[in-house]
């Protein structure tokens, strides 16, 4: 069974700019600093509430100089986040302070203004002002608690046609058609904010090229590694491919790529973030899964060094 959205994963070229934007700007808790477990000399950070419940956790591996990737058909363009609707007079101050250019609020679906802009490698990403989530966010940090960002609303992906891509949705990742309206299908595996995943039919877009400023792969939560391998199961029925479960020490993953050409990901809920630091420190010191664990020294001197200085951001 697959209960919603995980995380998101995206590419930056710029390690502090990305601290800089989504725990400064944003106000997002950095609730890991890690390495990429496939290429351990690239830094992995994790932002989400405050404890990087799955739904709220955006995530980014630092290319340093990276080119810019292109948004396009089979990727996933534009991710999320829900804020309060009185909360839009604060974030589009806010966006204004930092120099963010962004779109005049548009209505969506009904009861949902959506604000859309990009962060400095031109990762698309939209504020949406609701008032169906009752989430809370990170309420610890420096946002003012009710202007919080909750976590994701929803996602976007570009496709040329929507139907091969929903009826892995539907047929083999529990997801249900939730609204449409005009060439947008919502779908989701539970009908609450930080789960709806759109497919924008696109079919005269470019397609999409990896880079920076594009996401790498979305990841759908499942509960625990048994649930994770029947959907595996169902994955393999349907000649997609997935990998072998693989240990993120946060979750553990089943990769595989949808028919439009974006990589998904199954990941448990469990063991999540304070498996390996306690909850209070979360995101302060280099994490290493214990495979890395010996070459330490190495790689922190291959990482560049960031800092979390986020006076100026208050
Ligand atoms: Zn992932």
């Not at 028919?259 to 199954?266: D, K, N, Q, T, Y």
Request: proline share 5%.
């Amino acid at each position: 069974m697959i209960t919603g959205i995980h995380h998101v994963t995206a590419i930056t070229s710029n390690a502090q700019n990305n601290i800089d934007f989504y725990a400064g700007i944003l106000g997002l808790r950095l609730v890991k600093k890690t390495v990429n477990f496939d290429a351990p000399e690239v830094y992995h950070f994790y932002y989400g509430d405050t404890t990087g419940t799955p739904g709220t956790v955006l995530t980014f591996f630092p290319y340093k100089g990276l080119v810019n990737g292109r948004h396009g058909k089979g990727m996933l363009n534009t991710t999320t986040f829900s804020v309060a609707m009185s909360s839009m007079d604060f974030w589009l101050k806010r966006l204004d302070r930092f120099n963010i250019s962004y779109k005049q609020p548009q209505e969506r679906f009904e009861g949902e203004a959506v604000v859309y802009f990009e962060d400095e490698d031109g990762l698309g990403l939209e504020l949406v002002f609701n008032d169906k989530d009752t989430r809370t966010g990170y309420t610890k940090g420096h946002i003012p608690p009710e202007h919080a960002i909750k976590g994701f609303y929803s996602v976007e992906i570009w496709e040329d046609g929507y139907e091969r891509t929903a009826g892995l949705l539907t047929e083999q990742l529990d997801h249900k058609l939730i609204a449409e309206k005009g060439n947008r299908f919502r779908y989701a595996a539970k009908d609450a904010p930080g789960n709806y995943v759109d497919i924008l039919c696109m079919p005269d877009s470019l397609k999409g090229l990896a880079g920076s400023g594009t996401v790498h792969h979305i990841a759908f939560a499942t509960a625990d590694r048994q649930s994770q391998e029947l959907v595996r199961r169902k994955i393999a029925q349907r000649m997609l491919n997935p990998t072998p479960v693989l240990d993120r020490n946060y979750f553990t993953s089943v990769y595989f790529r949808e028919p439009g050409g974006v990589l998904f990901e199954v990941a448990t809920e469990g063991p999540g973030f304070a498996i390996d630091e306690s909850p209070e420190h979360l995101g302060e010191a280099l994490k290493l899964p214990p495979q890395f664990e010996p070459k330490r020294q190495q790689l922190e001197a291959a990482l560049e060094p960031v800092t979390m200085n986020l006076d100026k951001y208050r």
